[in-house]
């Protein structure tokens, strides 16, 4: 039995080790800017608001002519490309068997981990599907054959459950895809996308006959502009929920709606079964819709406020995801990783430049909404500017910020509007982000053209 006095010991060394993990829990290494000294200046504008950084124009086109055959080329690409040396598609197993990463009970991930989901990778079965394919619904596309998660040390900043470093990316529904393997327990099968490959759930996923891999890209096709529409097959079923940029085979345009071409379910033997499903076209508009500035800003603002998703966790979206699902309406297709965004049509370097220099040829060069500005490992939309300085939209889930009494992170978890300070402003607040400071480049997607 144990004595009152070792008790007493016990309890003082719990309630010691309480107010010591106290304060970690909430700095996150720095200490979050606290109200009313704000580091990080968010704008609050509305869905209405956003159209003042436009021209007002209907018929000028901030990305030039799009290439739609080109744009399917590209979203179709995995239909002609899906192979993949071993070592890139188990990249996972390189990267991350260090000792140094957490499973969900913030234990370190062993070994014996690792070998257990190599083997359940089944490697050794590599292209025994070697079939084209189609997701029934949006589904992560993991890193690794398992839903559990794989985390660093969540006490330091931008690390933890909000980052699962399996979370590779996010399939939306109806995306072509390439089946090549199921996992040992069948439950995974590993797939290629145009943009990258990984792990879904095996019922997530069927196989298209190979005349639809013919047909499929040279229909016309849809994109939805709205977040959150329930699509329902014809008997009232739910499918999946909309999804900005989530695009669908166009069978039948009408004045106020969409027919559409959705893989509903499954046959016993893993096959698509396909429906007609009529959409509002007030969510959905035939691509490429025209990239004027009144567009570019109506599904911006559509954008505005979505949570912060790393890889698409939660079926929210990171910056490279916000930024590449906002223009796959207009037709233009791009890479999924914030990098081989930031050298997508004409770049211009920014680094070795002062923070001045980069403001004052950032608004005499940028185009608002079709420049991307560029920090390593971010990416964020040019708008245009206000009293002076660029603003962006960019999805972000914190800041780093200098104040008066040093370094800072500001929280955010979303998309937002905001200005770039210069770090070296000297206001109410002391400095701001270093995110102006850290702009090492910037890219106007496409010469900007009117129609007669």
Known sequence: MTGPLHRNAL??????????LMPLGCSHHYPLDSEPCRAFEELSLTRHDISAFTDGSTQSRLIG????QGFLDSYFSVFRRHQEALHISRWAWHTFDTGAFLREDLQPATHAWFDLMDSEAAWEHIGHIDNPGISLVTTPLRAMPTDQPLVSDPMQPGQGFQFDHLQNSLVNANEPLWLSHRSRSGEWVFVFTSYASGWIHSRDAASIPEALRVSWPHLPHVAFIEEGYP???KSGNFLFASRIGMVLPLIEAKTDTNNVLIAISKGPGGEAIFEAITVPSQHSVPVPMA???ENLATVASSLLGLPYGWGGLFENRDCSAAIRDLFMPFGLWLPRNSREQSVTGQAVMLSGLSEDEKVQLILKEAVPFATLLHKEGHIALYIGHEDGYPVVLHSVWDLMAK????ETRRHVGRIVLSRLHPSS?????GPGTTLLADLDSMNTLAAPTSNP
């Open 403 to 406: 104040t008066r009494t040093g």
């Open 11 to 20: 309890s003082i060394q719990v309630l010691a080790l309480l107010l010591m």
């Open 425 to 429: 402003e000297d206001g109410p607040c």
């Open 291 to 293: 990239p004027t500035s």
């Open 231 to 233: 699509v329902r097959d």
């Open 65 to 68: 002519e799009v290439s739609v």
